[in-house]
């Protein structure tokens, strides 16, 4: 039950660590180093009287005054910051490389919610390197592997190919795997897609039950996917420990006390309304430049790209979800912070940061925002290692500029990230192969589900292609937020969105021609804009050749994916 789950007892204030740090970071994970001047938000609140924090092997080796810091020590200046325990993403489900860009973020502890083996095994790997020493620095890992749902039940359409639960008697020997498999927590799903007029097969209660009996047999914690108010009362009460969302519906006071009554923490997922983009057109994530600034391009464009996605004629305006948050909070339950990245609009670290901004939208202080990003999760789960700053403590820790405890966007303003006192070098994600890795996952996960929707629920607009007499293809027409997107053969839109025998005539005029045509092109994270002449295309890249003679390139041009390039006909702006 959720009792046997709670934090560990606190270590006492003398032993917590507050301070506010600066520039002079430090690399080298063999050499202590003490943060000097610093603000200290411990993980429960701010820690008056903590301005420095020396960290050595890893660990939080002391917090206090400025006796804490030792002959020989590295020197981190923390005034005018605050030092927070690393954060930590409730919910999120794997991609390539995902744990190095969280730590980008100062995210140093993701706890994914449903991937498959083939993607939690090599980041596993990789995350164990990178704490020996190894590789890049990375947020630790914990994994609930494949989750728990009926045949063909939620979340099928994303991941094809796991194994079921068919009834009780498969309970015992699917969270037998899931251990074998190293998972540490148990994810259950029971959605019957009533909360989004879908019609889809659910896990019953007794098998609900006979799961989380199993799971606390083995000493995992459950966390349950419930869309609803009632489904979310009806898992509350066969015994699960964590609420994976917090319901979309408006609950009644019946419904909190009901699920209050059980004890549960539950993850709050706000941000999945940053899938949406706002009136202008720009989806939230990018509208706020400190978090924009640190994605790399390629990042950004998977970004920009998700905006013109066919999406329903009205957003959900996320009211229902703010108003239960404050509820539940009240109630007594926990509230943890998470993500659900990589849904649309979402990136692994930089969301949190905005998943803390929706929380106090919703009414939370900036301070319980906080303890929902830090202290919450890691007592919940059962990581008494973290989630405080505290000696022996991990030093899993981020300096940001500002008070985040008076003002929450003051998280976006990172200084320095440390992972086990090895600091985060973010600059060695952007534009490297982890980045590409994950760019090029997200997409064809994206494409998967896409072409599964148009399978499952034929009579949902899709994707189509668009071919001239003889056969050959002169690009497609995709359904957009502004109507039909006319795409070329390599992916670039032409013209505006419109109605779709509109679309379909652009491509029938312009699909082959265009490719005559000069083009603008910004390549990689180059600022500027370069006219260039399409030499090849192909589904998802081009071969270009620049315009500038000077340029340097082979004579025959050069191949770009679309993921490294934005494309467009006419000049751009500026």
Wanted: charged share 20%.
């Amino acid at each position: 039950m959720p009792g046997s789950y709670a934090p560990a007892p606190g270590r006492g204030l003398d032993l917590l660590v507050a301070s506010t740090s600066s520039v002079g970071a430090v690399s080298n994970s063999h050499q202590p180093f003490t943060i000097t001047g610093v603000r200290v938000f411990g993980g429960g609140g701010p820690l008056p009287g903590v301005t420095h924090v020396r960290v050595s092997d890893g660990r939080v080796a002391g917090a206090g005054d400025a006796s804490v810091a030792r002959p020989g020590d590295a020197l981190v200046d923390g005034s005018g910051a605050t030092l927070l325990p690393g954060l930590v993403d409730a919910h999120v489900h794997l991609l390539p490389g995902c744990t190095q860009l969280a730590a980008g973020f100062g995210v140093t502890t993701v706890l994914d919610m449903f991937s498959k083996p083939e993607t939690i095994v090599p980041e596993r790997a990789a995350v164990a390197a990178s704490e020996a020493g190894r590789g890049p620095v990375r947020a630790d890992l914990r994994t609930s592997g494949v989750g728990a749902t009926a045949p063909g039940g939620h979340p099928t359409v994303a991941y094809a190919h796991f194994p079921y639960v068919t009834g009780p008697r498969d309970a015992a020997s699917f969270v037998a795997d899931r251990v074998a498999e190293g998972a540490t927590h148990l994810k259950v799903i029971y959605d019957d897609g009533s909360g989004a007029m879908l019609d889809l097969p659910a896990l019953d209660v007794r098998t609900i039950e006979a799961l989380v009996s199993a799971a606390h047999g083995k000493g995992l914690p459950v966390v349950a996917h419930a869309s609803t108010s009632a489904g979310a009362v009806t898992v509350a009460r066969c015994g699960v420990d964590v609420l994976a969302h917090v319901p979309f519906d408006r609950m009644t006071d019946g419904q909190v006390r009901d699920v209050a009554r059980c004890g549960v923490a539950v993850i709050t997922t706000l941000g999945v309304l940053d899938g949406f983009p706002g009136r202008d057109g720009v989806m939230p994530l990018l509208g706020r430049p400190r978090l924009a600034g640190r994605l790399g391009a390629r990042w950004r464009r998977v970004v920009e790209r998700q905006a013109t996605r066919w999406m329903p004629p009205e957003p959900p305006d996320g009211a229902a979800q703010r108003y239960n948050t404050v509820a539940l909070l009240e109630s007594g339950l926990r509230v943890l912070a998470g993500t659900d990245v990589p849904n649309p609009g979402l990136v692994f670290g930089a969301s949190l940061h905005r998943e803390l901004w929706h929380l106090v939208e919703a009414g939370l202080t900036p301070a319980e925002a906080l303890t929902a990003a830090t202290s919450a999760p890691a007592g919940v789960f059962g990581l008494a290692d973290r989630g405080e700053i505290a000696v022996g403590r991990r030093a899993d820790l981020v300096l940001v500029d500002g008070d985040p405890a008076a003002d929450i966007t003051a998280t976006e303003r990172i200084r320095d990230v440390w992972v086990l006192g090895r600091r985060v070098d973010h600059g060695a994600y952007t534009g490297g192969e982890a980045e590409r890795e994950g760019v090029r996952w997200q997409r064809e996960s994206a494409e998967r589900i896409v072409r599964a929707i148009a399978e499952t629920w034929p009579g949902l607009p899709g994707p189509e292609e668009v071919r001239r007499e003889d056969g050959e293809i002169l690009g497609r027409v995709v359904p957009t937020s502004g109507g039909w997107q006319a795409v070329t053969v390599f992916g670039a839109p032409l013209g505006s969105a419109g109605g779709h025998d509109e679309a379909v005539a652009v491509l029938h005029a312009r699909g082959l021609a265009c490719l005559a045509e000069p083009w603008w092109a910004r390549a990689g994270d180059e600022p500027a804009w370069r006219r260039a002449r399409i030499v090849e295309a192909a589904p998802g890249r081009v071969r270009l050749r620049w315009d500038d003679p000077l340029a340097d390139q082979p004579s025959s041009g050069r191949w770009f994916g679309l993921d490294d390039l934005d494309l467009s006909l006419d000049p751009p702006e500026g």
